[in-house]
């Protein structure tokens, strides 16, 4: 997971991306071969006089799925819903191909040859997306996770009825309990005995630690423990960073005022107040000049 300007980032969503990007690229120099070529082998001279057009073509589908929230957690659930974003994604892409054709006539492939690029292009993604789909489970995209908490808080993390995929999910190796806390995760994931924290975390190679106890006042915090597995290393977040981080939003029944004290949210910055400012200046101008050009 990245975060850039306090903003998630999926490492998996990344990955998707890349993948897509050399998909469509070979779906693009696929379909112009097979318009065009004519038995012509792929040469180099191939590539460079169509890259530009690729380049075009390639974002305006990457954008277009990203419109259609394809690389979002939550659409990533199943192959359905896949198959559903990316019909409507294909057809804007096709949409916004004809008006920069039409804006940029020496960009133009051709109806044939853009249909060859759509049709490759569909058949890939949706080929790649099965295969994602079917190897969801692999360990590979999910992190062995340590959840401080048996409540209902560590019980939502396995529990999620669906609302996150697979892939998104840690690999919870197990939970270790708060005094006094009630129990309502498999027993067979509770952590037993005394160690600490870090022995336990080295134990089940933990890579992260998710905490997320049912009430956190006037209990046992182990912070030390904390702070030692921290600096190993150790990924460390509450619950609310957990679901902000790989659902992109908020679960209110899991903040904590300390969260909105804590949290990277409610920049104002200089450089964050000019670009606000810019936007506003140049949208109201924008606006302000189109009756006056109506009128010319």
């Known amino acids: 997971m990245l975060k850039i300007n306090n903003l998630y980032i999926p490492k998996v969503s990344i990955l998707i991306i890349s993948i897509d990007f050399l998909l469509l690229l070979l779906a693009f120099f696929g379909g112009i071969y097979l318009r065009f070529a004519e038995g012509q082998g792929f040469t180099i001279s191939f590539f460079k006089d169509s890259f530009f057009e690729a380049c075009i073509f390639i974002f305006a589908m990457i954008f277009s799925m990203a419109a259609m929230g394809m690389y979002l957690p939550e659409t990533q659930r199943d192959f359905n819903t896949t198959l559903f974003r990316l019909m409507p994604s294909v057809a804007l892409c096709f949409g916004l191909m004809a008006f920069i054709f039409y804006i940029f006539p020496e960009t133009y492939l051709g109806r044939g040859a853009l249909f060859n690029v759509m049709v490759l292009s569909f058949v890939e993604i949706l080929i790649a997306r099965a295969i994602l789909h079917k190897g969801a489970s692999v360990d590979i995209f999910r992190s062995r996770t340590l959840v401080l908490g048996t409540g209902k808080n560590a019980n939502d993390l396995i529990n999620t009825d669906g609302k996150i995929p697979a892939h998104h999910q840690p690999k919870i190796v197990g939970f270790i309990p708060f ?76 903040l904590y005022p300390s969260w909105f004290v804590f949290g990277g949210g409610f920049d104002q910055s200089l450089l964050r107040s000019t670009i606000k400012r810019a936007f506003d200046l140049i949208a109201s101008l924008t606006l302000l000049a189109l009756p006056i050009t109506r009128n010319y």
């Open 179 to 254: 005094p006094g806390e009630e129990h309502r995760v498999p027993a067979s994931l509770i952590v037993t005995g005394k160690d600490s924290l870090m022995t336990l975390a080295d134990t089940y190679r933990a890579e992260e630690i998710i905490i997320a106890p049912q009430e956190r006042r006037g209990g046992y915090f182990p912070i030390q423990e904390l702070l030692e597995c921290k600096m190993r290393g150790i990924r460390v977040m509450d619950i609310a960073t957990y679901y902000e981080r790989e659902n992109g939003h908020i679960r209110m029944d899991s």
